[in-house]
């Protein structure tokens, strides 16, 4: 489970949970393979490989894999943009009223492509905070994503070694982000 604050807006907080069992968007042999090493070094990694996908993951607002959301917004809206997607199913939305969770209003919300909307705006409470619970992610990674998942990882882990007092000695190219470009929200 991460939590992740956000400064400004309505966020703030966002935490993401990924259930038991769900494998990463490429797999151990798919990364040895394409990195060529061997098993003993390919559980480094994939270590690797996992931080690669949570950082794309932070930097491009995306599920990489299906993944529960949990936010909390500041006050209530009638519209509200969720913090990463592709959505998959709205679970609970709950109004905080002197830090106290009432009852689940989910069915007075709905989802048009990254934003949360509530039929009816005036019935928002004043001075209450909204905990929304959702599902996110893909089932399947995109081709693009995965393949750049591999390149990052296998340069991070050839660079692994090249450290002076903790720190990268050689910066790691940013080009692998800069082809995923497309997929990043820029509102």
């Given at each position: 489970?991460?939590?992740?604050?956000?400064?400004?807006?309505l966020?703030?907080s966002?935490?993401?949970?990924?259930?038991?069992?769900?494998?990463?968007?490429?797999?151990f042999?798919?990364?040895?393979?394409f990195?060529?090493t061997d098993?003993?070094?390919?559980q480094?990694?994939?270590?690797?490989?996992?931080?690669?996908r949570?950082?794309?993951?932070?930097?491009?607002?995306?599920a990489l894999?299906?993944?529960?959301?949990?936010?909390d917004y500041?006050?209530?809206a009638d519209?509200?943009?969720?913090?990463?997607?592709?959505?998959?199913?709205?679970?609970?939305?709950?109004?905080?009223?002197?830090?106290?969770?009432?009852?689940?209003?989910?069915?007075?919300?709905?989802?048009?492509g990254?934003?949360?909307?509530?039929?009816d705006?005036?019935?928002l409470?004043?001075?209450?905070?909204l905990?929304?619970?959702?599902?996110?992610g893909?089932?399947?990674?995109?081709?693009?994503?995965?393949?750049?998942?591999?390149?990052?990882?296998?340069t991070?882990?050839?660079?692994?070694?090249?450290?002076?007092?903790?720190?990268?000695?050689?910066?790691?190219?940013?080009?692998g982000?800069d082809?995923?470009?497309?997929?990043?929200?820029?509102?």
């Amino acid at each position: 489970m991460a939590t992740q604050e956000i400064a400004g807006g309505l966020v703030r907080s966002v935490t993401t949970s990924i259930a038991a069992g769900t494998s990463e968007p490429v797999s151990f042999l798919d990364l040895i393979n394409f990195t060529h090493t061997d098993e003993e070094m390919g559980q480094e990694l994939q270590a690797i490989a996992k931080g690669v996908r949570e950082t794309l993951e932070r930097d491009l607002e995306l599920a990489l894999v299906v993944q529960t959301i949990t936010v909390d917004y500041d006050g209530p809206a009638d519209e509200l943009r969720l913090p990463r997607i592709p959505f998959v199913s709205l679970t609970t939305v709950k109004e905080r009223l002197q830090g106290v969770l009432q009852a689940d209003i989910a069915s007075q919300y709905y989802v048009i492509g990254d934003r949360l909307r509530r039929t009816d705006a005036a019935a928002l409470i004043s001075g209450a905070t909204l905990q929304v619970v959702y599902q996110a992610g893909y089932t399947a990674a995109p081709e693009d994503i995965k393949h750049q998942i591999k390149v990052l990882s296998s340069t991070r882990f050839d660079l692994r070694e090249e450290t002076v007092e903790g720190k990268v000695a050689r910066q790691i190219p940013g080009a692998g982000l800069d082809a995923l470009r497309h997929y990043r929200r820029y509102y």
